[in-house]
């Protein structure tokens, strides 16, 4: 059973991170992508052990969209799954899905994220040498569906690629809503804004603070940032970005490791916005659901927990349990871009 496979999954990657191998795993992985950082390698392994493998997976599995009597998948079933490599294991949820949907998983890694996704592959098959999983370099034209993790231009390709039933996602970005600047636990927003390098689309990148409340907001950030540990790749981003805006004029406010601007979509770049009312949000929030991925605050997720999705807390807001199990009754074009 395949829920049993990922429990027993969970219980392996138990203090990853603390044996030789898993070590050794780890500086493979930060070598091959120098975006990724041991501790936080760690950080998303955890964030994956307990959100997916804990004891709430038996329960979303029982509630998620049943296949119809007679379609459960036969083993020659294959779905494609097209990885990103921007954080890592981002392609986890995707393979997990394809398995409990009952499906035979053909995975083209990202090569900036391959060593994790595999090494968590053989875990799964030391567990069971059958576990129905294939790494490819291309996806054949014959699988049942494809999920893809991509940019505008790949996804395009993808749509004309492919005629089966595709999930397709593209770049998004969350946001974080402060009721009060003055009483804001700022390590908790900071883990939001910081961790992987605000490089997840789970990354919190424009924050809404109360009228006058950018200056406690910069001064609480900057505070936090002072004790922590930027992936160098993402502190000479943060310089450029300075360089660029002094140049130019344009005004900010120094962090120290990113800026504080009035608006933005580049790394190392934090939008802040002061709103009067909560309304305001509110109306701004329903008028760009297509463009961000979570809400942090304002009865959203929890301030701190943005980089741990729980299984319910599905990408670009597509249920990928039920894409898969109507993806057999589809069998015709169907895209689904969000």
Not at 267 to 272: C, D, G, P, R, W
């Amino acid at each position: 059973m395949m829920i049993n496979l990922f429990e027993k999954l969970g219980e392996r990657l138990v203090g990853f991170g603390q044996d030789a191998r898993s070590l050794g795993v780890i500086e493979e992985a930060c070598r091959a992508n120098p975006w990724f950082m041991p501790h936080e390698v760690i950080y998303a392994v955890d964030a994956i052990r307990t959100q997916y493998l804990g004891n709430s997976l038996k329960i979303w599995a029982a509630n998620t969209t049943p296949p119809k009597d007679g379609e459960q998948a036969p083993p020659w079933e294959t779905v494609g799954v097209v990885m990103a490599g921007n954080i890592p294991l981002v392609g986890f949820y995707d393979l997990m899905c394809v398995l409990l949907a009952g499906y035979r998983c053909v995975v083209k890694p990202s090569s900036k994220d391959s060593i994790l996704m595999r090494y968590v592959v053989d875990l799964l098959r030391e567990i069971d040498p059958a576990v129905p999983v294939e790494f490819v370099t291309e996806l054949s034209s014959t699988c049942l569906a494809v999920i893809a993790t991509g940019g505008e231009t790949a996804n395009k390709h993808f749509k004309t690629a492919f005629s089966c039933p595709t999930l397709l996602r593209g770049s998004r970005y969350s946001i974080a809503v402060v009721g009060d600047a003055d009483g804001m636990d700022f390590s908790r927003l900071a883990d939001d804004i910081f961790t992987y390098s605000g490089l997840g689309c789970r990354s919190v990148s424009m924050v809404f603070v109360p009228k006058g409340g950018a200056d406690a907001l910069a001064i609480g950030l900057r505070n936090e940032a002072s004790r922590r540990d930027f992936n160098p790749k993402y502190s000479a981003n943060y310089h450029q970005r300075k360089a660029f805006r002094d140049v130019c004029g344009l005004p900010y406010m120094d962090l120290g490791c990113a800026l504080l601007v009035s608006e933005s979509y580049a790394l190392s770049e934090i939008a802040v916005t002061e709103y009067d009312d909560l309304k305001e949000v509110d109306a701004w929030v329903a008028g760009h659901t297509m463009e961000f991925q979570c809400v942090v605050g304002r009865g959203g997720v929890p301030f701190g927990m943005a980089q741990h999705p729980t299984l319910s807390d599905y990408a670009d807001g597509v249920d990928v349990m039920d894409f898969l199990h109507r993806a057999r009754a589809c069998r015709a074009p169907l895209a689904i871009m969000k």
